[in-house]
C-alpha cells in the first residue's frame, strides 16, 4: 500500500511510514499524486517548511551582527577609559571642558566616535532580526510544525547582545559629552 503523505510504498502490515511517519490512518490503496508539501519539499525562506532550520539565518545574522558590535564597543570603551585616565594622570582634565575637547587634542576624537557609532549602527538590524527570529519560532509552534528551536535560542543572544551594545553605546556617549 502506498502513504497518503508522501506517496512512497509501505508494507501492508507496517503501522507507520518509514519515510514522513505517518500513521496508518491515512494509508491508501493507490499511490497519492499530490504528495504533501513538506514530503516534496517545498521551501520557505531557505528551510523546508516545518523544519528546525526555518528562520536561522535571520537568528544567525542577528548573533554575529551583534557579537562583532559588542566586541567595538568594547573596543571603544577602552579608547575613552584610557583617554580619561591620561587626562587624569596628567592633568588635563581641567584645562578642557569636554571629553571630546581632549579626544580632539590628542586626535583621537574620529577614531574613538567610529568604534562608537559603528556597533550602535550594527545593532539595530541586530536587534531586529533577533525578534523577527523570536516572531518566526512563535509562528512555526502556533501553526503545529516543527519548533525551530536554534533559531530561537541564537535570536535571544542576538537580542540580548544588540541591547546590550546600546545600552553601552548610550552610556559611553553621555560620558563623551561630560
Do not use: Q
Request: aromatic share 10%.
Amino acid at each position: 500500500m502506498y502513504c497518503r503523505n508522501c506517496g512512497k510504498w509501505i508494507d501492508d502490515d507496517a503501522e507507520l511510514c518509514v519515510d514522513c511517519k505517518e500513521t496508518n490512518d491515512f494509508f491508501s490503496e493507490e499511490p497519492s499524486e499530490e504528495p504533501s508539501s513538506v514530503a516534496r519539499g517545498t521551501s520557505v525562506g531557505h528551510a523546508v517548511e516545518g523544519s528546525r532550520k526555518t528562520g536561522l539565518g535571520k537568528a544567525l545574522t542577528a548573533t554575529i551582527l551583534s557579537a562583532i558590535s559588542y566586541f567595538l564597543i568594547m573596543f571603544a570603551a577602552g579608547l575613552i577609559l584610557g583617554a580619561l585616565e591620561e587626562c587624569e594622570e596628567y592633568g588635563y582634565y581641567y584645562e578642557f571642558s569636554s571629553m571630546i575637547e581632549f579626544l580632539e587634542y590628542i586626535e583621537m576624537y574620529e577614531i574613538t566616535l567610529f568604534f562608537l557609532l559603528a556597533p550602535i549602527g550594527m545593532s539595530i538590524p541586530a536587534l531586529i532580526m533577533g525578534i523577527l527570529s523570536i516572531v518566526c519560532f512563535k509562528r512555526e509552534k502556533n501553526a503545529g510544525r516543527v519548533k525551530p528551536i536554534p533559531t530561537l535560542i541564537l535570536g535571544i543572544v542576538g537580542l540580548v547582545l544588540a541591547a546590550l551594545v546600546l545600552f553601552l553605546g548610550l552610556i559611553l556617549l553621555m560620558c563623551l559629552a561630560l
